[in-house]
């Protein structure tokens, strides 16, 4: 409820593949917020925020959600 989002499954073919679709769609994230933003408004009204889905993921469940800053380490693999 005013929190939905959208999950992307990826292929891959190699752990490269891997390191490459994944850095690539996490520097896409930003985009993608900004593209399914809710609105400003909650029952009709200003909330004070350009958008009150991504206010809720800010703060929720930060060891999963989120640019997720391991990922563009040189080494980054399946083992992490």
Known sequence: YRTCTIQVNLDFASE???RRKMQVSVKLQSIATAL???????EGKPNG?????????RDT???RSGVLPF????????AD
């Open 36 to 42: 399914f933003a809710m609105s400003p408004f909650t």
């Open 16 to 18: 490269t593949d891997m």
């Open 71 to 78: 990922i563009f380490n040189e080494n980054f693999g399946f």
């Open 49 to 57: 925020l350009l958008s009150w889905r991504s206010n809720i993921w």
């Open 61 to 63: 469940d930060n060891n």
